[in-house]
Nanobody, 121 residues
Framework: QVQLVESGGGLVQPGGSLRLSCAASGSIFSINAMGWYRQAPGKERELVATSTRGGSTNYADSVKGRFTISRDNAKNTVYLQMNNLKPEDTAVYYC???????????????WGQGTLVTVSS
């Protein structure tokens, strides 16, 4: 069984910073892409940032220059450093990863349970 566990969410004032972490555990053979998505109240889930195993990254335009995604492949962990946070960044942030549990099975998309980020004064 594979689990993605996020941590690091919370309440922060506008202009502040937070660092989210997501650790994958369980029966893992290989992880390809890892990333972060978010869902604000009343809105659809949207991509925030993704990272391939080789380190190529992709960001939503709304977070470019403020958020940085990184990963530690040895620890099966992905991070999201969020700086200069704005009220519109308030959302539940979900970790996402494409995980292969054994060599001959396909990569399957997995989701974490989400962590709430609230940006408010």
């Amino acid at each position: 069984q594979v689990q993605l566990v996020e941590s690091g969410g919370g309440l922060v004032q506008p202009g502040g910073s937070l660092r989210l972490s997501c650790a994958a555990s369980g029966s893992i053979f290989s992880i390809n892409a890892m990333g972060w998505y978010r869902q604000a109240p009343g809105k659809e889930r949207e991509l925030v940032a993704t990272s391939t195993r080789g380190g190529s990254t992709n960001y939503a335009d709304s977070v470019k220059g403020r958020f940085t995604i990184s990963r530690d492949n040895a620890k099966n962990t992905v991070y999201l450093q969020m700086n200069n946070l704005k009220p519109e960044d308030t959302a539940v942030y979900y970790c996402n990863a494409d995980i292969q549990t054994t060599l001959y099975l396909p990569y399957l998309e997995r989701w974490g349970q989400g962590t709430l980020v609230t940006v408010s004064s």
